[in-house]
T-cell receptor, first 109, second 111 residues
Framework: GQNIDQPTEMTATEGAIVQINCTYQ??????LFWYQQHAGEAPTFLSY??LDGLEEKGRFSSFLSRSKGYSYLLLKELQMKDSASYLC??????????WGAGTKLIIKP | IAGITQAPTSQILAAGRRMTLRCTQD?????MYWYRQDLGLGLRLIHY???????GKGEVPDGYSVSRANTDDFPLTLASAVPSQTSVYFC??????????FGPGTRLTVL
């Protein structure tokens, strides 16, 4: 079957670094997406990886290992506004997204 | 319009009533999607459309129907609402093989 696993909740301190992990199993693979979702709002696109390696975009980076079915989202210099849920989604062979349940990130001052 | 709009923003509905959630995009995306999001669960795909005139069933299609008469609009209909359909509904669109962009959502409560 198809499955995405990510931690339910994480806590970090303002100014620190946090890594949110995601493992996936899909029928075929056409890329790994990360979205951010603030409470009561829609998911917004953060990053996309289809090749192995690290993609850096400002304070956010995303890593992919296709052989391990593993990705992580790295957030640096955490700010209070980064408090949100982070959704991992893998695109299968039919170009449909399979979604994880999301990781709620709590930032403490 | 910029992006994707959904209407209504929220709705309280009596069980057994018919309800249509509206979704419109102005990005000329071929593909459109309807998801529901429930606490503790990931986004679950209800129905999708890869191009105007075609639709497909997602993971949880029962009790819902869709149509895609043109590129811009993708309404979702609940023929006879039940309390288990209480959820937040998101519409999304994409070029088909690329990033999905989401509307602001409709919060639906069925009593």
């Amino acid at each position: 079957g198809q499955n995405i696993d990510q931690p339910t909740e994480m806590t970090a301190t303002e100014g620190a670094i946090v890594q949110i992990n995601c493992t996936y199993q899909t029928s075929g693979f056409n890329g790994l997406f990360w979205y951010q979702q603030h409470a009561g709002e829609a998911p917004t696109f953060l990053s996309y990886n289809v090749l192995d390696g690290l993609e850096e975009k400002g304070r956010f980076s995303s890593f992919l290992s296709r052989s391990k079915g593993y990705s992580y989202l790295l957030l640096k210099e955490l700010q209070m506004k980064d408090s949100a849920s982070y959704l991992c989604a893998a695109m299968d062979s039919n170009y449909q997204l399979i979604w994880g349940a999301g990781t709620k990130l709590i930032i403490k001052p | 319009i910029a992006g994707i709009t959904q209407a209504p923003t929220s709705q309280i509905l009596a069980a057994g009533r018919r309800m249509t959630l509206r979704c419109t995009q102005d990005m000329r995306h071929n593909a459109m999607y309807w998801y529901r999001q429930d606490l503790g669960l990931g986004l679950r795909l209800i129905h999708y459309s890869n191009t105007a005139g075609t639709t497909g069933k997602g993971e949880v299609p029962d009790g819902y129907s869709v149509s895609r008469a043109n590129t811009d609009d993708f309404p979702l209909t609940l023929a006879s609402a039940v309390p288990s359909q209480t959820s937040v509904y998101f519409c999304a669109s994409s070029s088909g093989t690329d990033t999905q962009y989401f509307g602001p959502g409709t919060r639906l409560t069925v009593l």
